[in-house]
């Protein structure tokens, strides 16, 4: 048991002298680099060769989306990034400090490349150090430098909401490096390549977007720094790319559905009976039905300068309503014309003889439907309908013309719904899911 405590006792001290000696020789490397801090400078470009280009490796961790706000065309988003360059000015050799490859220090004591969102909104658009960077000695001439941001980004994006709630973004956030009065070739961005990082790896799913895809680019792009000059200016760029698209599962339950059912029971209204006399109410309900509606979904669709798909159904709805009680209002004048009104024979040939044979409604022959009306005419409205194979059934003309006219809405009526929902409803549905 005693040779065991001894053991443990012996470990733990040579433990702690070890880490002793590792902060002594950390200490003397600090020390050192102190000491040539003026060598390395901030205002010295980290290269000893003058026609050394300095490359920055670029790689990226996308967190989250954390808002979309399509009235003002911007995105916000939570990623990390990370810059990894040379610095050739700030060198040691390991051995001569126990073997230490790897300390800190703080951004403001060594060259850092000026790096700016260029389509970003608000404060923070210069990408400054937040934390300090790490120094790896890669060689005895050479020191790799990593730094690492990690914050939001609120930037710019155009957005397409005609497909709503189906709609897709792609947004690029772009970060442009300064030259720094040194030309456009001193710093070169790379997408890192060789392993990089899984750019969703620490994505965390939002309850209102779908991450699609994400990706980063580096490449050279023109950008006009100088407000009133047209020309512009070849920069190194780095550029993260976020595809996303809406949740509809919360616009279907809530937006889609009642707005379907309310539009059957717009078609309902075309199958209500002259003789009821709710034909005419019926459909002031409706069109007051679909007011209320987008009233409620005035803060729901987004507001932008394309129109949503959900906005064009309502509006399409609400003239079809419009016609639809034109027409019945005309309908009920026609059906309840006072006796002895004689019809003009434009009216008469058009919605008689023609629209009255179309929707057979035009009576055994059309010699009687042009003959003065006789005391048969004055008949119930629900014998007007009906006609014996023996003995035909004479008909008012403007009987005859309503019931035409109401043919004709159930038809174009119920037309004109099918192509509505099929346009704006059952088209964005299907292309979604390609």
């Given amino acids: 048991m005693k040779p065991t405590l001894f053991a443990i006792f012996v470990t733990l001290l040579l433990t702690a002298a070890g880490v002793q000696g590792q902060q002594d020789f950390e200490g003397e490397l600090d020390t050192y680099l102190k000491n040539n801090i003026s060598y390395f400078s901030p205002n010295l470009l980290p290269r000893i060769n003058k026609d050394k280009v300095i490359q920055i490796v670029m790689d990226s961790l996308l967190c989250q989306i ?26 040691w050799d390991p051995k001569k400090f126990g073997g230490v490859k790897v300390i800190n220090r703080d951004a403001s004591e060594i060259w850092f490349p000026v790096i700016i969102v260029y389509n970003g909104i608000g404060d923070g ?17 050479s020191t790799q430098v990593t730094a690492m941001w990690r914050r939001e980004f609120e930037f710019a994006c155009q957005f397409d909401v005609s497909k709503f709630p189906w ?27 060789n392993y990089p990082f899984n750019i969703k790896a620490l994505y965390t799913e939002s309850s209102e977007w779908t991450l699609v895809n994400a990706s980063s680019k580096a490449e050279y792009r023109a950008y006009n720094l100088i407000r009133g000059v047209a020309a512009k200016q070849m920069l190194p760029s780095y550029i993260i790319k976020v595809q996303f698209k809406r949740v509809s599962t919360y616009y279907l339950i809530s937006v889609i559905t009642p707005l379907l059912l309310l ?50 159904f309502i509006t399409s709805a609400m003239i079809l309503s419009t016609v639809s009680l034109l027409l019945t ?35 055994s022959s059309s010699a009687q439907v042009g003959e003065t009306p006789t005391a048969d005419a004055a008949a119930s409205e629900s014998s007007v309908r009906k006609m014996a194979d023996s003995a035909p059934v004479a008909k008012s003309e403007w009987i005859v013309a309503s019931y035409a006219i109401e043919r004709l809405m159930v038809a174009l009526g119920v037309f004109a719904t ?17």
Wanted: glycine fraction near 6%; charged fraction near 15%.
């Fill in 263 to 312: 539009t059957l029971l717009q078609v309902l209204v075309y199958f209500v009976p002259l003789e009821s006399g709710e034909k005419l109410g019926f459909g002031i309900t409706i069109m007051l039905s679909y007011t209320v509606f987008l009233l409620l979904l005035d803060g729901i669709l987004p507001k932008s300068q394309s129109t949503p798909a959900i906005a064009s």
């Fill in 418 to 434: 099918a192509a509505i929902i099929g346009v704006f409803v059952l088209k964005p549905m299907i292309q979604n899911q390609d």
């Fill in 125 to 141: 658009q210069l990408l400054e150090p937040q934390m300090p960077v790490d120094l790896l000695s890669t060689t005895v001439n």
């Fill in 329 to 363: 209002s005309l309908i009920m004048r026609f059906h309840y014309a006072p006796e002895g009104t004689k019809m003009p024979a434009c009216a008469r040939g058009f919605f008689v003889r023609f629209l009255g044979r179309v929707f057979c409604v035009n009576g």
């Fill in 167 to 193: 709609d897709q973004h792609d947004c690029e956030l772009e970060f442009f490096f300064s030259d720094q009065g040194h030309g456009n070739s001193m710093v070169i961005p790379i997408a890192k390549t």
């Fill in 66 to 91: 954390v808002s979309v706000d399509t009235a003002k065309q911007s995105i916000k988003i939570s990623a990390i990034i990370q810059a990894v360059w040379e610095e050739d000015r700030l060198v």
